[in-house]
């Protein structure tokens, strides 16, 4: 918190809001719209750290509202349960607790948001509720980097749902082959926002990291997954047990399997 808002003279000002975006060697970490956000709590309530934490139970309740909203429009019963579960699971806590994990609460909206609207115009075919779900993804990666895997998870969606539900109703070749090109073609619009992305950081660091020795998979994605996928576990334990991580990759291919079955 002495980083991101105590000690922070970048939010004290119109030219430090300018910085947040346009001279990010004045912050640790380029998090642009989180640091936009400290920057409007700051000049709604100073440095009470009441409002910072109001603030960031808000999001989580939020987010814990768009969980059952997409696990409704999944058809996953109980959704409401799931929601409660993700709501009150100890996972959460820091990120919810501590001031400066508003990246985490605040990307994880409009990642939410993202697909909650990208399921939207799947059944509905408004480009209105795509470009909500684009313009949130945009939003989420300007949060935090590790978002830029969403349109990965609404390809795969596309091609578990939409795609597995058309492959039945309509079996004929000519319909597969236009259903696939109509999720590809949904998906530019989102690749689009990811070059635009990649470029960006290329201009404003000269690589894609940052303090983790460059290169697009510096952030130790292999690392991340493992601690966020035991953490959903087990919570109160912080080792990386890698036969629990076998037993994971595990339980997802045989959930796969009986699915295409």
């Not at 408004?126 to 945009?138: E, I, K």
């Not at 992305?197 to 303090?211: D, E, H, K, P, S």
């Not at 990386?240 to 079955?261: K, Q, V």
Request: glycine fraction near 4%.
């Amino acid at each position: 918190d002495d980083d991101y808002v105590t000690g922070n003279l970048t939010l004290r000002s119109l030219s430090g809001l300018a910085g947040i975006w346009l001279n990010p060697n004045r912050l640790s970490q380029y998090y642009p719209l989180t640091y936009t956000s400290f920057w409007l709590d700051y000049h709604l309530w100073g440095l009470n750290p009441v409002g910072y934490h109001l603030v960031n139970i808000l999001l989580h309740i939020l987010n814990a509202l768009l969980v059952w909203r997409l696990l409704e429009d999944l058809k996953v019963k109980p959704a409401w349960f799931a929601a409660l579960l993700f709501a009150l699971h100890p996972v959460h806590s820091d990120s919810v607790a501590w001031i400066a994990d508003r990246t985490d609460v605040l990307s994880t909206f409009f990642y939410f948001t993202s697909a909650v609207y990208f399921i939207f115009y799947r059944a509905r075919a408004r480009r209105l509720f795509l470009g909500v779900s684009v313009a949130a993804y945009a939003l989420a990666i300007g949060t935090k980097e590790n978002t830029v895997a969403l349109p990965a998870i609404l390809l795969a969606y596309d091609f578990l749902f939409t795609h597995h539900a058309s492959r039945i109703t309509h079996p004929a070749r000519n319909a597969k082959s236009q259903d696939a090109s109509r999720i590809f073609r949904a998906l530019v619009p989102y690749a689009l926002v990811l070059v635009a992305y990649v470029a960006a950081r290329f201009a404003l660091f000269g690589q894609f990291g940052r303090n983790t020795g460059g290169g697009f998979l510096s952030f130790g994605v292999d690392l991340y997954f493992q601690y966020y996928a035991l953490a959903l576990l087990q919570p109160f334990f912080s080792d990386m047990n890698p036969a629990l991580l076998i037993a994971i990759f595990a339980s997802f291919a045989f959930l796969f399997a009986l699915y295409r079955d």
